[in-house]
């Protein structure tokens, strides 16, 4: 059974607007959360997390935003460069509040267009 | 500070046979974690190690095994190899302590033939 699902698969976005990412999970035990991009034949690279203690984290254009009793979390990119265009994934961690064990969405690919 | 090195980068086997890939984590950092990504499946947690002991393991078979040596370098062993086994192996290195995040390498490409 997929735990964290990402229902869009691609989304397209207009050069300075805001990209939205959506992420659902179904485990109430993931108590920490974390967002990666990732380019073809790349590793995945950090760009923000966010603690299950907290509804909001933001980090200079990227800010993730957990909704506990629904289950999701969104990224929020504003505002969004060509330079982003890449997969986004969204992973939990169970009970342990670090990053050890991931588990991960499928993957949203975000085009930024000029 | 060095990344999170994996070597090598690209491989090809032949069904059957065996492969062993290597992981040299960010200095420091005393978790070293693996994960699978395929097309069809996405991005899989494969183990973890801590301190040289495997402390998280996913649901793969047998087959996939994994070691940590004392400097923190892991390796990951698989044997028999199928043709489903093709994929991009990555490693993740981390502090393992709270809300610090985990840093791939740029994975290993194994094809089997």
């Known amino acids: 059974d997929q735990q964290v699902k990402q229902n869009s698969p691609s989304l397209s976005v207009q050069e300075g607007r805001i990209s939205i990412l959506n992420c659902d999970y179904t485990n109430s035990m993931f108590d920490y959360f974390l967002w990666y991009k990732k380019y073809p034949a790349e590793g995945p690279t950090f760009l923000i997390s966010i603690s299950s203690i907290k509804d909001k984290n933001e980090d200079g254009r990227f800010t993730v935003f957990l909704n506990k009793s629904a289950k999701h979390l969104s990224l929020h990119i504003v505002p969004s460069q060509p330079g982003d265009s890449a997969v986004y994934f969204c992973?939990?961690?169970?009970?342990?509040?670090?990053?050890?064990?991931?588990?991960f969405g499928t993957g949203t690919r975000l085009q930024v267009t000029l | 500070k060095a990344g999170v090195t994996q070597t090598p980068r690209y491989l090809i086997k032949t069904r059957g046979q065996q492969v062993t890939l290597s992981c040299s984590p960010i200095?420091?950092?005393?978790?070293v974690s693996w994960y699978q990504q395929t097309p069809g499946q996405g991005l899989q947690f494969l183990f973890e190690?801590?301190?040289?002991?495997?402390?998280n393991k996913g649901n793969f078979p047998g087959r996939f095994s994994g070691r940590q040596f004392s400097n923190s370098r892991s390796e990951m062993n698989v044997s028999t190899l199928e043709l489903g086994d093709s994929a991009l192996y990555l490693c993740?290195?981390?502090?393992?302590?709270?809300?610090?995040?985990?840093?791939f390498g740029q994975g290993t490409r194994l094809t089997v033939v």
């Open positions: 993740a290195s981390s502090l393992a302590t709270e809300n610090t995040e985990a840093f």
């Open positions: 992973a939990a961690s169970v009970n342990t509040g670090t990053a050890s064990k991931l588990t």
């Open positions: 200095s420091g950092h005393r978790s």
């Open positions: 190690y801590f301190s040289e002991t495997q402390r």
